[in-house]
């Protein structure tokens, strides 16, 4: 092959001012998990005359996935690959405070998680890709999901073939990350965002005056002590090696000083990195919280839901996409993260199914930078070359050679 190594950057310097217009516009306009209708219209246009195979209307409504037949030698081989490349499209109910020139126009609605940036990354990939089939030795599925946050888009799109047909034999997605500088690449090998699982309990006691505790049984007090319980669940009962969070973030009991209500609520959330310690620590939770308020006279409801599971990058995978970034960026620019996040991701349902690996790429341009979901938060329009140059030589590597030549 020829030297290529302006290739993709000038094919992505000709899109940016269209992209950072789309990026802007989606910034301005965000829509909440699976009412993306607006940015679906406008992923779906911007995807036209691209030569594309689309599919749209998944994933409840919103969701498209797009595929680009390659042209390159042996692109309709048996042995030709298919490669999926995702970006999320929602936002969040958070109400902006960055005071952009194109800050969102939607009260209470905010892009605060980067998810414009997601998918103007990823339509630029379409674009840049399309116009090189050449140089694609199979086949790029692009999967725009809604509702990452909450909604599990991620899992409908999966559920409904997104990664079947064609059959893809591994899976992108980049996400920005504020803590690191615009131009810059990270991947944590292994397990990298945690499974996030809801914990919802109702303290049920039996209400009175609350001069008169002997004649009731005070929930306030079976809460707070389930509270302090709780604290045992992650230091006494999870391998000190090994990690888990137990957080209540929310608790509803009582109307007046001297009533003792009938119930308490608390809502919070489990956060773990295996399989085998999540079922732990839920057991350990249902148990700890039921035990706590029968030893005071009560009784408590636990319901524990099922939330994304852990997102874990295939090792190879992970190894691959440093080695790609290392080529496109520089040593210097690439980070192999030691440490995974306690954030949840639905990508996890695509590495489910397929090796891959989710990867972040920096956003920020001072320091410190605002975190994701913080009200000044903003998807840096630095980073969109970046992550659709990314995108490309993931693609087009891929498809070339496997994973195989970076191990
Ligand atoms: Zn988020
Ligand atoms: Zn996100």
Request: proline share 6%.
């Amino acid at each position: 092959m020829p030297d290529t190594a302006r290739l993709w950057p000038d094919a992505i310097q000709a899109e940016l001012p269209k992209l950072v217009e789309i990026r802007h516009h989606l910034h301005a306009h965000p829509e909440l998990a699976f009412q993306e209708f607006e940015t679906s219209k406008l992923v779906l246009r911007e995807l036209q005359n691209l030569g594309l195979e689309i599919r749209s209307g998944m994933a409840k409504g919103t969701g498209i996935v797009a595929v680009l037949r390659g042209k390159g030698p042996g692109a309709n081989s048996r042995e030709a690959k298919a490669v999926a490349l995702r970006g999320d499209m929602d936002a969040l109910p958070i109400v902006e405070e960055t005071g952009l020139n194109y800050a969102s126009t939607v009260p209470g609605r905010m892009h605060a998680c980067g998810h414009d940036g997601h998918t103007t990354m990823l339509l630029g990939a379409a674009k840049v890709l399309a116009r090189h089939p050449e140089r694609l030795n199979g086949t790029v599925v692009f999967c725009f999901q809604p509702a990452e946050e909450g909604g599990g888009g991620g899992r409908y799109l999966v559920e409904e073939g997104a990664l079947d047909n064609p059959a893809c034999s591994a899976a992108f997605a980049l996400h920005g990350f504020p803590s690191m500088p615009v131009g810059h690449v990270a991947v944590r090998p292994g397990p990298a965002q945690a499974a996030s699982d809801g914990l919802h309990i109702v303290v049920h006691g039996v209400g009175g005056h609350g001069a008169a505790p002997h004649l009731a049984v005070d929930p306030i007090v079976l809460a707070a002590r389930v509270i302090e319980a709780l604290q045992g669940v992650v230091s006494r009962e999870v391998n000190p090696v090994e990690s888990a969070v137990v957080t209540i973030g929310a608790i509803h009991g009582g109307e007046a000083s001297n009533v003792i209500p009938q119930s308490v609520e608390l809502r919070g959330t489990i956060r773990t990195l295996k399989d085998d310690i999540r079922r732990k620590v839920h057991e350990a939770v249902k148990r700890t919280v039921e035990h706590t308020c029968l030893a005071g006279g009560g009784r408590a409801d636990v319901t524990i839901r099922d939330g994304y599971p852990v997102v874990v990058n295939d090792l190879a995978a992970s190894a691959f996409a440093l080695d790609t970034a290392r080529g496109a960026f520089g040593a210097e620019r690439v980070h192999e993260l030691p440490l995974p996040s306690m954030g949840g991701e639905d990508f996890a349902y695509f590495l489910r199914k397929v090796p891959g690996a989710f990867i972040r790429v920096g956003v920020a341009t001072r320091q410190p930078y605002p975190g994701l979901h913080h009200p000044a938060f903003d998807f840096s329009d630095g980073a969109i070359p970046v992550g659709v140059e990314l995108f490309c030589r993931l693609a087009e590597r891929y498809l070339a050679e496997g994973f195989g030549a970076a191990d």
